[in-house]
């Protein structure tokens, strides 16, 4: 191949694979460092479903990057349960905190109440917004690349 060839139709898409995978790795890194602010360094304790969001979103911060050296698309396989997983989870809190799922189901039994607003940035940004904003983008930016690789 001529170093002035244009890259072929399944070069461009394996470059635009790798950035997805690459962009879903930065948020999980972001996520992965966030947390350990909130609860090292600010000395926020998380509650039970915060820990439970940590054991689905430190993973992917590991798991990403092994398909991305060398590149392996079959790295969505194992990325999307723990996303879709640690998303539940974080939509779960952020119903819990908002009042739609009554506080008498009771998943946080000791330590932090699930139910408490710990940080609320601008009146509405708070940690479980954050998280299910994290994950749903992780989704979406792993669902993409599965799609691309089946053309």
Not at 91 to 120: D, N, R, W, Y
Request: glycine share 6%.
């Amino acid at each position: 191949m001529d170093e002035f060839d244009p890259p072929s139709a399944r070069e461009r898409n394996e470059t635009m694979a790798w950035m997805l995978i690459f962009g879903a790795w930065l948020i999980a890194s972001a996520s992965t460092l966030g947390a350990l602010f909130f609860g090292e360094v600010m000395q926020l304790p998380p509650c039970v479903l915060c820990w439970y969001q940590r054991i689905f979103m430190f993973p992917l911060a590991l798991l990403l990057p092994i398909g991305l050296f060398p590149f392996d698309p079959k790295v969505v396989r194992y990325a999307l349960p723990l996303a879709v997983l640690g998303w539940l989870f974080a939509v779960f809190h952020l119903l819990l905190i908002a009042g739609v799922i009554p506080e008498s189901i009771k998943p946080c039994t000791q330590g932090v109440p699930c139910s408490a607003k710990v940080i609320e940035w601008f009146g509405f940004v708070t940690i479980p917004l954050l998280s299910v904003v994290a994950f749903s983008t992780i989704i979406a930016l792993l669902i993409v690349t599965y799609l691309r690789g089946q053309k």
